[in-house]
Nanobody
Framework: QVQLVESGGGLVQPGGSLRLSCAAS????????MGWYRQAPGKQRELVAD???????NYADSVKGRFNISRDNAANTVYLQMNSLKTEGMAVYYC???????????????WGQGTQVTVSS
């Protein structure tokens, strides 16, 4: 079983910055993609950014140029540096990882519990 623990959320003023972290722990053979999603009240969960084990990244158009996703494969940790935050970025941010339990296993997905990001003056 794999667990994801997120940290780094909080309150920030518009234009400010936050850095989210998500660490994977537990028993697994390999982690492939790790990413961040967000869900605002009354809206569907949406992709913010993701990164695969080779370092290839993908961003939502709304955050390109302001957010940066990175990962430390040795530590099984993914980071999201969020700059120039806007009020529309206020949401619960969830970490997601795709992994294999064993060498011959199929891919499985796990979500973190979420961390609140509040953007307000």
């Amino acid at each position: 079983q794999v667990q994801l623990v997120e940290s780094g959320g909080g309150l920030v003023q518009p234009g400010g910055s936050l850095r989210l972290s998500c660490a994977a722990s537990g028993s697994f053979f390999r982690i492939n993609a790790m990413g961040w999603y967000r869900q605002a009240p009354g809206k569907q969960r949406e992709l913010v950014a993701d990164i695969n084990s080779g370092g290839n990244t993908n961003y939502a158009d709304s955050v390109k140029g302001r957010f940066n996703i990175s990962r430390d494969n040795a530590a099984n940790t993914v980071y999201l540096q969020m700059n120039s935050l806007k009020t529309e970025g206020m949401a619960v941010y969830y970490c997601k990882a795709t992994y294999k339990r064993g060498w011959s296993s199929g891919w499985a997905t796990v979500w973190g519990q979420g961390t609140q990001v509040t953007v307000s003056s």
